[in-house]
């Protein structure tokens, strides 16, 4: 199956400082990356959509100043989460999809905690 | 009411025993069905996907589509206790569209 990494893994940051997490689809050109958001015991939350070379299409109730979607390539995108709060923490998954939206593809998720 | 229910268990089964997960929808307009694997702390895997109704199988699992009942299931044969994991049914409506929609998830237990 396809392969799609993210880094950092986990990561521990301090209130206020930005945090970026990056998304890659390792043996396919990923025409659409999503970005999730899951909290313990409970289902993925879909934060927003994003198109390579177009603007992230937000769900509602996701701040899109404080949730930054870039998608540059068809290979990579990346998701900061700015002026980071103890209550952003969480583990955010990307998923990638090649064109049949139906076989998204998960990475392995970043555990975000903010002190 | 949610559009896409799934009992959130826990379920607990013994090794070997025939595993049956389930998830109900009320949007008519869904056409691909998925069940997805996931691991503690990992991100969700593809197990299985379904277009319409009909079943599907590969290896142990076998997944079974009812759109008439709008009802779909997972079945896990000869359960290992490496088949312990979180299971998320997720559904899309017609081609074009993007968004899953995704069921609660079933945590399952396989005791050996």
């Known amino acids: 199956g396809a392969v799609v990494s993210q880094h950092p893994s986990w990561v521990i940051c301090k209130s206020g400082t930005s945090v970026k997490i990056e998304c890659r689809s390792l043996?396919?050109?990923?025409?659409?990356m999503f970005w999730y958001r899951q909290f313990p015991k409970q289902s993925l939350m879909l934060m927003a959509t994003?198109?390579?070379?177009?603007?992230?299409?937000?769900e509602q109730g996701v701040e899109k100043d404080k949730f930054l979607i870039n998608h540059a390539s068809l290979t990579l995108s990346t998701l900061t989460v700015t002026s980071a709060h103890p209550e952003d923490s969480s583990f955010y998954i990307c998923?990638?999809?090649?064109?049949?939206?139906?076989?998204?593809?998960f990475g392995p998720g970043t555990r975000l905690l903010v002190l | 009411q949610k559009e896409v229910e799934q009992d959130p268990g826990p379920l607990s089964v013994p090794e070997g025993a025939i595993v049956s997960l389930n998830c109900t929808y009320s949007?008519?307009?869904?056409?691909?069905f998925m069940w997805y694997r996931q691991y503690s702390r990992k991100g969700p895997e593809l197990l299985m996907y379904?277009?319409?109704?009909g079943n599907k199988e590969d290896g142990r699992f076998t997944a079974q589509v009812d759109k008439s009942s709008k009802y779909i299931s997972l079945f896990i044969r000869d359960s290992q206790p490496s088949d312990s994991a979180t299971y998320l049914c997720?559904?899309?409506?017609?081609?074009?569209?993007?968004?899953?929609?995704f069921g609660q998830g079933t945590r399952l237990t396989i005791n050996p």
């Open positions: 997720a559904m899309i409506p017609r081609q074009g569209a993007q968004k899953l929609v």
């Open positions: 379904t277009y319409s109704s």
């Open positions: 043996d396919f050109q990923a025409t659409t």
């Open positions: 994003s198109n390579e070379g177009s603007k992230a299409t937000y």
């Open positions: 998923s990638a999809s090649g064109g049949a939206p139906e076989t998204q593809y």
């Open positions: 949007n008519s307009a869904f056409q691909y």
